[in-house]
């Protein structure tokens, strides 16, 4: 099929690189000409793992193009896919405005030539492919008059769920394809489009190896306003998950539990998984909050206050707060103390810091008058370039991060942390104190390599009384 894809950022690029990989022949847009300048040599805008090797692979394969030109992408196209961004109003709702103009955009490419599917992949309210429609048909209108009753199309909703970090793997091997559509022509088209999806028969590219229990992937067909609304409910689902996680955490320092200990119990229970359980900083990155807020906010327009989402929101900013009480318990007065952040990325494997714990920490840092180093083994440009307002001494390693700092807080779960020498950085630091927002290190082997450790909802016991202590070793 020929395929367009509106949008190339983080969704827009990996679905049009995975597309043309699967055979389709895809063009991607985007109306900033740096982005589209570096995708035509090879290269991609944003950090993703395996996806520059996609980009190449899908040129080979089905054919990959990236143009600045709506129009003729467009007109050339069976399915168009709108992928920008819908990034939060002050007020909490989305901000329709980059959707509003593709989707007129697109209307105002479309001929008579051939039936044309228009699909949504970007995250929008419930009612947002009416409006797709619309403004499509204005588009049409306003170009072809005399002839607008002769052009067809049919929209569909079809949600995005990849993560960024793994996201190749994700659209390759998804849980499953939603698509809601009014239409049985347009379904059609889809189903015909996520074929090879579905029947999972493609050779996994090199890297990217098909998991052992994906056979063939689910398309679930819905309602149009069905699949917009699946889309909110699962990201409210996951953030409410992890900050569950966190409640609980925090209850089990009081009590002196162990949470990751808890957490594995019930995340054994098949009803509840073990998945998103992990207690931390809190959440953050461009989808959570954003799509919490937009909810309530549509859910406040039908008259609606839902108490659980506010929760959920009010949870996790109070967690990221936590890291600056835990570090108060400890060193008393921040003013004048340097504290290295290990990680800046919202989480491992991307260079996204969009809504990131580590901003709001380092923020609140630097109000208070500390001084705050920071590594990150990818993300470090992007905050330099985004945040240059962020008053943060980069370093080149966690070595250089902790040398003289008064304390350590790992921010990011990079699995390069895992392996860090423990007693070195001890060794080097003013103050040996290490707040583990992540939970990377075992209690014990953290406290034998010289440091005073707090994770999140670690249990305080000492390391005697914890029966897992013996099995650990330190890592030096
Ligand atoms: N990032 C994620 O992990 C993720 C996951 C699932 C769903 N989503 C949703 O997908 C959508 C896109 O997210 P993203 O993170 O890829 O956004 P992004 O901000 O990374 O990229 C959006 C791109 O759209 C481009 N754009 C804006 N208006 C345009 C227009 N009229 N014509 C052509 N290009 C235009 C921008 O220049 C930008 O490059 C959002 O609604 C988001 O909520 C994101």
Redesign the pocket.
């Known amino acids: 099929m020929r395929v367009t894809v509106?949008?190339?950022?983080?969704?827009?690029?990996v679905t049009g690189a995975c597309l043309a990989y699967l055979g389709h022949h895809v063009t991607c847009?985007?109306?900033?000409e740096t982005?589209i300048a570096a995708l035509q040599s090879g290269r991609s805008?944003?950090y993703e793992p395996h996806l520059e090797e996609m980009l190449r692979l899908g040129g080979l394969r089905g054919g990959l193009e990236f143009t600045?030109d709506?129009a003729s992408a467009a007109a050339a196209s069976d399915v168009i896919f709108i992928?920008?961004?819908?990034?939060p109003l002050p007020t909490g709702e989305?901000d329709l405005c980059?959707?509003e103009?593709?989707a007129r955009?697109i209307g105002t490419a479309m001929d008579g030539s051939r039936f044309r599917v228009v699909v949504n992949?970007?995250?929008?309210p419930v009612g947002s492919g009416n409006l797709v429609e619309t403004l499509v048909r204005e588009g049409i209108r306003d170009v072809h008059p005399e002839i607008r009753q002769l052009i067809q199309f049919g929209v569909a909703s079809n949600?995005?769920?990849?993560?960024?970090g793994t996201?190749v793997c994700d659209s390759l091997y998804p849980d499953r394809i939603v698509v809601g559509t009014e239409d049985p022509r347009t379904m059609e088209i889809m189903r015909v489009l996520y074929q090879p999806l579905v029947e999972q028969k493609f050779a996994p590219p090199d890297g990217v190896p098909r998991p052992p229990n994906v056979r063939a992937v689910r398309l679930l067909l819905t309602s149009l306003t069905g699949a917009e609304m699946i889309?909110y409910a699962a990201n409210a689902f996951l953030a409410m998950k992890i900050g569950f996680a966190n409640e609980i955490a925090n209850i089990c320092e009081r009590v002196g539990a162990d949470a990751p200990e808890v957490m594995a119990g019930i995340g054994l229970d098949s009803r509840i998984g073990a998945r998103f359980l992990n207690p931390g900083v809190g959440w953050g990155?461009?989808?959570f909050g954003?799509?919490i807020h937009a909810l309530l906010h549509m859910a406040g327009e039908y008259g609606y206050e839902s108490k659980l989402l506010k929760a959920s929101l009010d949870v996790n900013t109070a967690q990221r707060q936590l890291v600056i009480q835990k570090l108060q318990e400890k060193l008393y007065i921040l003013k004048g103390r340097t504290i290295a952040l290990l990680g800046l990325a919202f989480k491992p494997d991307t260079d996204?810091l969009?809504d990131a714990p580590s901003l709001h920490i380092a923020e609140r840092l630097v109000q208070m008058g500390a001084r705050v180093n920071a590594y990150d083994p990818i993300a470090m440009k992007a905050c330099k370039e985004q945040r240059g307002d962020l008053k943060i001494r980069y370093c080149d390693s966690p070595l250089e991060a902790a040398t003289e700092a008064d304390a350590l807080v790992v921010v990011t779960e990079w699995s390069e942390f895992r392996g860090l020498d423990l007693p070195q950085l001890a060794s080097v630091m003013t103050k040996a104190i290490l707040v583990d927002g992540r939970n990377v290190f075992q209690p014990e082997i953290a406290r034998a390599a010289g440091f005073d450790y707090t994770g999140v909802g670690r249990s305080l016991r000492r390391p005697e009384n914890n029966p897992t202590a013996s099995m650990q070793k330190v890592t030096s």
Do not use: H, N, W
């Open positions: 509106v949008g190339t950022g983080y969704v827009g690029t847009v985007d109306t900033d982005k805008p944003i600045t709506l992928a920008v961004g819908t990034p989305a980059y959707l103009a593709a955009s992949k970007s995250t929008v949600p995005e769920f990849l993560r960024e996201a889309k990155g461009s989808c954003k799509d996204d969009r």
